[in-house]
């Protein structure tokens, strides 16, 4: 009876406490990074009771995101910690939990690998689910304390550096010369060729385009813009010999090659002309042109002679949708920005552990499934939490997908903006999205009594007994190779992206088969594996899966017209090198026409020179080194700053100073940003003249774990990718090629002056109304103490910095500063823009 007793006063008290999670409170602080002298962290938790009633001794599961792996075990008295899956931990009472007293706190201590330096590498999306009802999960009142003290911030003991201060900024902006506005060039990515003419030409309400018929589509594009910007309807007429602006087709003798395009002004003549011999050509030359109207005011543009073509044919962005989903309208948003900066290629990141997020006809449950992220009990109905998406199903970040719709809208704008959009369905590992997904349909068809369709797509092997653990701590993560289900799927997924891509007239002819991070143990225990083996005498061991694996997947995607391409484990070989495995560029697939994103290039990480060797060994390579072009890189080494950091930071300058062909002369820091020491890359592959032909381009990439939002989106992506489209488009800078070293150096110092010039006086402003304004991130500013007063700078000239001496937060009416602040107390400084928006607000005490 007493038993039933507590039982009954249990249930009532879990079903009061799971109407009101609100009644339970979550804190999480870092204790010290470098815990116990060791590459790990320890980090409380605080559990706080708000209710009036007991928190039980048992009966319910506290969930929660962490992207550091907790050591598993007791962490509270009668509390353990456990590993579900992926970034996916627990917190259980054990029997020797005695409850929550309304009022109390529990501290729940664990430790976990690595460090934790900035607010996005904390835990998140905690939510308490009770044991009555299984299937739902309650979010919990959450706050991180932020951290402040040496031992929080710094990675380990040894580290006497961990914060970038107000004084780094300001000396690192020291060298950055204020240059006139109308100094400026007026066009950017930089042209080939740019000279300004005496007189102007002003657009008014009798601007008429004429046109080419065979360029009628950017002719339209032009007059909508202009359109809006006079105020009225512009006219298009198809003759190239009559109207304002006339888009000639035309093959010019000196220049070709794809992109090239020619603006020119006559002023006796009264037009100007735009001309190429292709579209992709013309609609570079208008991108060109809208720079040469002002943004307010009377549309008075300068007389111009432009002639330019592309650097690189590969102009690209990568952005993942998959880990956190971005809606239709923000990846046209940021078409059109790529259209602006002369960007051609948008690599779609579709599907990953986390998230699949394109239709495809015949295999529904890859979006009714694989496209949501909630609490379940079986993932039959969706993927479970990640990167904080929470309980709910209905959350705008783990959940969502394009329809077929949706997807051919994306490829017609990107059509019209002679964007390429290449989509990546991951594989094999990192394919957990889809191989949930495929169960999820495998158990709804064998229900209905159909095993042999059930078992038609399937991607994983039930009897696989093989242990492994991804990057991201994922168990199940890798699809069986030696399936022949899975082949199957491959081929309907690439039927079905073809047939997409066809009905929005833009064919595919490339696509991204990914090739990334396939841990070490997968396969092993297959029997489906062993069976293969056994009949192939060229697969000896499961590392040989992964070569048969690639080859039959070129065959897949050769058999339909389309180009390989993937990331640059899909083009590497492990082998042995004085008894030790290592990789090197895979022989088999060099000749195959085989392009390959290279990645790994974090500075004084010793693989600096991937990028070379398979690029020497015949392979197509696109720069997409994270040390200069992932985005999702934090800009500087501030806990405030969001993003990862783990193969550097990258701010607006990493982009900008990158040399494509000789990436070791500017590389000035390692992974943790400090100096890189002498011989770092002593003995490492250079560029060879055969290797140089076949670097195709270069690729930015935001990944979007830690992007919840299209204006985390943006802060991230801009301003960086104006470096970025600087260095696809335009020819090395003279400095790139400069022998001499301190000669080299003033030439990079003063171009780099010119460019941040460019981007604070003209582009930033511009940003700010562009397709109804994008928000970029405005630095914060540089402050020095000396001799008692604050000295300040900007990164960005065009910025103003404003401050206060009264301890208030400066706005966009606080006094500017132009000259060191005499001040007794605290002076706070914030940079803004002309659009009223400000950065972070530095402190300092003189």
């Keep these: 009876m007493r038993r039933s007793l507590t039982f009954v006063l249990t249930l009532l008290s879990c079903y009061s406490f799971a109407q009101s999670a609100d009644d339970l409170q979550l804190k999480w602080e870092v204790v010290e990074n470098g815990h116990?002298?060791?590459?790990?962290?320890?980090?409380?938790?605080?559990?706080?009771?708000?209710?009036?009633?007991?928190?039980?001794?048992?009966g319910w599961t506290i969930y929660y995101n962490f992207i550091r792996f907790v050591t598993p075990g007791e962490v509270a008295p009668g509390i353990d910690a456990e590993h579900v899956n992926g970034h996916l931990y627990t917190f259980k009472p054990n029997a020797a939990f005695k409850g929550l007293q309304p009022g109390d706190s529990l501290k729940i201590n664990v430790v976990h690998v690595a460090w934790v330096t900035n607010y996005t590498d904390a835990p998140d999306g905690p939510y308490i689910v009770w044991d009555k009802q299984p299937e739902k999960g309650y979010p919990l009142p959450y706050?991180?304390?932020?951290?402040?003290?040496?031992?929080?911030?710094?990675?380990?003991?040894?580290?006497?550096?961990?914060?970038?201060?107000?004084?780094?900024?300001?000396?690192k902006n020291a060298n950055t010369k204020d240059i006139p506005l109308e100094k400026l060039p007026k066009i950017?990515?930089?042209?080939?060729?740019?000279?300004?003419?005496?007189?102007?030409?002003?657009?008014?309400?009798?601007?008429?385009?004429g046109t080419d018929p065979a360029f009628l589509k950017e002719a339209n594009f032009l007059a909508d813009i202009l359109g809006k910007r006079i105020g009225k309807p512009v006219k298009v007429l198809t003759d190239a010999e009559q109207g304002t602006i006339r888009l000639k087709k035309y093959k010019h003798a000196k220049i070709g090659g794809p992109g090239y395009y020619v603006v020119s002004s006559d002023t006796s003549a009264g037009f100007y002309v735009i001309t190429s011999e292709t579209a992709e050509g013309i609609f570079y030359g208008i991108q060109s042109f809208r720079q040469l109207i002002p943004l307010t005011g009377k549309p008075v543009l300068?007389?111009?002679?432009?002639?330019?073509?592309?650097?690189?044919?590969?102009r690209s962005l990568l952005l993942d949708v998959s880990r956190n989903f971005q809606p239709k309208q923000q990846i046209l948003k940021v078409l059109d920005l790529m259209a602006f900066y002369k960007l051609n290629v948008l690599h779609l990141h579709m599907s990953d552990d986390e998230g699949w997020r394109v239709e495809i006809d015949g295999l529904p449950e890859l979006t009714e499934v694989g496209g949501r992220r909630g609490h379940s009990v079986d993932e039959l109905t969706a993927l479970q939490p990640s990167y904080g998406s929470g309980p709910d199903v209905n959350n705008?970040?783990?959940?969502?997908?394009?329809?077929?719709?949706?997807?051919?809208?994306?490829?017609?704008?990107?059509?019209?903006?002679?964007?390429?959009?290449?989509?990546?369905?991951?594989?094999?590992?990192?394919?957990?999205?889809?191989?949930?997904?495929?169960?999820?349909?495998?158990?709804?068809?064998?229900?209905?009594?159909?095993?042999?369709?059930?078992?038609?797509?399937?991607?994983?092997?039930?009897?696989?007994?093989?242990?492994?653990?991804?990057?991201?701590?994922?168990?199940?993560?890798v699809m069986n190779v030696a399936l022949p289900s899975t082949y199957k799927f491959i081929e309907k997924v690439v039927d079905g992206l073809m047939t997409m891509h066809q009905e929005a007239g833009a064919p595919l002819d490339m696509i991204h088969m990914g090739g990334d991070e396939t841990p070490a143990g997968v396969w092993e225990q297959s029997p489906a594996a062993w069976k293969l083996?056994?009949?192939?005498?060229?697969?000896?061991?499961?590392?040989?899966?992964?070569?048969?694996?690639?080859?039959?997947?070129?065959?897949?995607?050769?058999?339909?017209?389309?180009?390989?391409?993937?990331?640059?484990?899909?083009?590497?070989?492990?082998?042995?090198?004085?008894?030790?495995?290592?990789?090197?560029?895979?022989p088999d697939f060099g000749n195959r026409n085989f392009q390959?994103?290279?990645?790994?290039?974090v500075m004084g990480g010793g693989m600096e020179d991937l990028t070379y060797r398979l690029a020497n060994a015949g392979y197509k390579v696109v720069l997409s080194g994270v040390s200069n072009y992932y985005f999702d890189m934090a800009y500087a080494k501030d806990y405030h700053e969001p993003g990862f950091y783990w193969g550097g930071y990258v701010d607006v300058d990493k982009p900008f100073y990158f040399i494509p062909f000789d990436l070791y002369k500017n590389s000035k820091e390692d992974g943790q940003g400090n100096p890189l020491p002498p011989g770092t890359f002593t003995g490492k592959d250079r560029l060879t003249e055969y290797g140089r032909e076949n670097i195709v381009g270069i690729q930015a990439a935001l990944w979007g774990e830690t992007v919840k939002s299209p204006q985390q989106l943006e802060y991230l992506l801009l301003p960086k990718l104006l470096g970025m489209a600087e260095r696809a488009w335009s020819t090395d800078p003279a400095w790139a090629t400069e022998e001499n070293e301190a000669r080299a150096k003033e030439m990079y110092d003063s171009a780099w002056s010119r460019f941040a010039n460019i981007v604070g006086k003209r582009e930033l402003p511009r940003l700010a109304a562009l397709n109804g304004g994008y928000n970029y991130r405005?630095?914060?500013?540089?402050?020095?103490?000396?001799?008692?007063?604050?000295?300040?700078?900007?990164?960005?000239?065009?910025?103003?910095?404003?401050?206060?001496?009264?301890?208030?937060?400066?706005?966009?009416?606080?006094?500017?500063?132009?000259?060191?602040?005499?001040?007794?107390?605290?002076?706070?400084?914030?940079?803004?823009d002309s659009a009223g928006r400000g950065s972070r607000t530095v402190i300092v005490n003189p």
């Design 143 to 171: 706050t991180v304390i932020a951290s402040t003290r040496p031992e929080q911030l710094r990675r380990t003991a040894a580290d006497t550096h961990p914060q970038t201060t107000a004084a780094d900024i300001y000396r």
């Design 778 to 832: 405005i630095p914060p500013p540089g402050a020095l103490v000396e001799n008692g007063k604050v000295s300040a700078n900007v990164q960005l000239p065009g910025l103003l910095i404003r401050y206060t001496t009264d301890g208030k937060e400066p706005t966009a009416k606080s006094p500017v500063y132009s000259a060191p602040v005499a001040a007794k107390g605290t002076v706070k400084l914030k940079v803004f």
């Design 596 to 601: 390959l994103d290279v990645w790994n290039n």
């Design 36 to 58: 116990q002298g060791k590459a790990q962290t320890l980090s409380t938790f605080t559990l706080i009771n708000r209710s009036k009633q007991t928190l039980p001794a048992s």
């Design 188 to 209: 950017f990515p930089t042209p080939g060729f740019y000279e300004e003419k005496t007189g102007s030409m002003t657009l008014d309400a009798q601007t008429v385009i």
């Design 396 to 477: 705008t970040t783990g959940s969502g997908f394009y329809t077929k719709a949706d997807y051919i809208d994306i490829l017609k704008y990107a059509r019209d903006r002679h964007i390429k959009v290449i989509p990546e369905i991951e594989m094999p590992g990192h394919g957990r999205a889809a191989i949930k997904a495929m169960d999820a349909r495998y158990a709804r068809l064998m229900k209905a009594g159909k095993p042999e369709e059930a078992a038609e797509y399937r991607l994983s092997d039930p009897e696989d007994k093989s242990e492994y653990r991804s990057v991201q701590e994922w168990k199940d993560n």
């Design 533 to 586: 083996m056994r009949s192939d005498p060229k697969i000896r061991y499961a590392d040989d899966l992964w070569y048969y694996f690639y080859d039959k997947v070129a065959k897949i995607v050769n058999s339909r017209g389309l180009q390989l391409y993937g990331w640059e484990e899909a083009g590497m070989r492990k082998t042995k090198r004085d008894g030790k495995t290592v990789m090197i560029a895979n």
């Design 302 to 314: 300068p007389l111009v002679f432009v002639a330019d073509i592309p650097r690189f044919k590969f």
